[in-house]
């Protein structure tokens, strides 16, 4: 199983991006979905979750500006940014938690101008 993360790249403040996480091939037992990011020098930080009830979580830096979802038929997971700003430029990356294992996906470059 391999995760394929895609939809960065580069937008002005105040602009919005939409991430997608697809799964390759089928994941037994997920209990949960998760964007992380990365910038230069810093730790990873979780940015979101959503359970496999559809129950989500943010980062107080991201509360009512993400929302993080997911298409189960599609075995694909999105992350909707909007108001973006520059303290959010960062390499993100999704994550299943999963029973049969921990999975990663490669990362997405967000860079966001002021």
């Known amino acids: 199983v391999q995760l394929q993360a895609s939809g960065g790249g580069s937008v002005q403040a105040g602009g919005s991006l939409r991430l997608s996480c697809a799964a390759s091939?089928?994941?037994?037992?997920?209990?949960?979905m998760a964007w992380h990011r990365q910038a230069p020098g810093d730790q990873r930080e979780l940015v979101a979750t959503?359970?496999?009830?559809?129950?989500?979580d943010y980062a107080d830096s991201v509360k009512g500006r993400f929302t993080i979802s997911r298409h189960h038929a599609k075995n694909t997971w999105y992350l909707q940014m909007n108001t973006l700003k520059p303290e959010d430029s960062a390499v993100y990356y999704c994550?299943?938690?999963?029973?049969?294992?921990?999975?990663w996906g490669q990362g997405t470059q967000v860079t966001v101008s002021s």
């Open positions: 994550n299943v938690k999963a029973m049969s294992g921990d999975y």
């Open positions: 959503i359970t496999n009830r559809d129950t989500t």
């Open positions: 091939g089928s994941i037994g037992g997920i209990m949960t």
